[in-house]
């Protein structure tokens, strides 16, 4: 996003992505993926990504910010930069977890998945350890594809438990109609060859587990010398300026959004998008002298798929509260599906016109330094 509207602006750009793979993967497909329900969630870049930016393809090994150039793993030259965009995103969370268990955070870990799955023996057990809507996806969508797998999803507090009450009860009831078993309040420990432990002496058995626990950030930003939180995510301020590199900016998984006009944004395309856009948007003002102006993001839906016929829109305020009204059953899930689609439509459409991609505003900016009960 940030790399179209960028290359389309009146500014003579050169604008140059680094990434270490030739193709572009839609992660909001890979519970499809794993389940075998999609052959695959890769686009070619070069559908997304404007023809005259220059693709690199490579991973940054470190920034130099005090020469503005960014070096590389595989050795080649490093090359200067104008103006640096961080979105390096995030993957599959390691710390905690179990030897032998299956990640999913990215494509080679959802094809690991898809080809463990189809080894399982009738009546195997499929045990799905973190329930946001990332494992809630993922267990609808095995057990719909595996009817003869045991699917059992398990959550550290209640499931689907950040929606309104009838969202709640219209995600139970569908993962209930799949067969999928439910596990609240279990915080997985460790796992003992093809047994789950919880915290609490919970005992389960598992013939494949899953963890869909938490994402990681990379630490390129920390190892750079570049400020960081302490889940080594870049810290930028309202306008996704890095604070003493003002020719850093940041977006997506990888950022620190301050609580100001951040605090309620989540790990999702709904978020990455804007983000994408408006760091754009904050590097063409900068270069045009004009001052930054601060992000405001915000939503209208959650959109979870529930299998290949169902899901769940969840209407919520723009600082991502959940409303009462939603809509259920197989209209939500073609619903669900055309938005994804729109996910690469927004993508091209700033290939055709830069700034012609448009978000919802989010809350009004909320005092830092009060206590949570206060803002």
């Known amino acids: 996003m940030a790399a179209n509207r960028l290359a ?8 140059s992505v680094i990434n270490p793979a ?13 389940a075998g329900s999609r052959a695959t969630a890769a686009v070619p870049m070069g559908s997304v990504l404007a023809g005259h930016v220059d693709f690199i393809e490579d991973s940054a090994s470190r920034i130099d910010p005090d020469n503005r150039r960014v070096h590389f793993s595989s050795g080649r030259a490093p090359i200067g930069y104008d103006a640096l965009l961080y979105a390096v995103g995030s993957g599959q969370a ?21 080809t463990g799955l189809t080894r399982l023996d009738h009546g195997a057990t499929v045990s799905i350890v973190g329930a946001g809507l990332t494992g809630v996806e993922l267990a609808a969508e095995v057990a719909q594809q595996y009817p003869q797998l045991r699917v059992r999803l398990i959550s550290r507090g209640l499931i689907a438990g950040g929606l309104s009450d009838s969202g709640s009860q219209a995600v139970r009831t569908r993962l209930a109609a799949l067969g999928v078993d439910m596990v609240e309040n279990a915080d997985v420990q460790r796992s003992g060859g093809s047994t789950l432990i919880s915290s609490g002496g919970l005992t389960m058995p598992s013939d494949c587990t899953v963890w869909a626990a938490g994402f990681r950030v990379p630490r390129l930003a920390r190892d750079s010398g570049l400020p960081t939180d302490a889940e080594d995510r870049l810290i930028v301020d309202e306008s996704l300026s890095c604070p003493g590199y003002p020719d850093i900016f940041g977006a997506g998984d990888a950022v620190r959004v301050p609580d100001s006009v951040g605090r309620h944004l989540r790990m999702s395309c709904a978020s990455a998008l804007p983000l994408g856009a408006h760091a754009a948007d904050s590097i063409i003002a900068r270069l045009e002298n004009r001052p930054l102006a601060p992000l405001s993001a915000g939503y209208l839906i959650q959109c979870i798929s529930l299998g290949r016929r169902s899901g769940l829109i969840q209407t919520v305020t723009p600082g991502d509260r959940p409303r009462r009204f939603v809509v259920r059953g197989s209209l ?44």
């Open 332 to 375: 939500a899930g073609l619903a669900k599906e055309q938005i994804c689609r729109m996910t690469l439509s927004w993508l091209r459409g700033e290939l055709r016109r830069s700034g012609s991609f448009k978000w919802p505003k989010g809350p009004l900016p909320v005092d830092a330094s009060l206590p949570v009960e206060a803002r």
């Open 22 to 34: 030739t193709d572009f993967v839609e992660r909001i497909r890979l519970h499809e993926v794993a």
């Open 94 to 114: 390691s710390s905690g977890v179990p030897e032998g268990v299956y990640g999913f955070g990215d494509a080679e870990s959802a094809a690991r998945l898809r």
């Open 8 to 15: 389309g602006s009146n500014h003579d750009l050169r604008v």
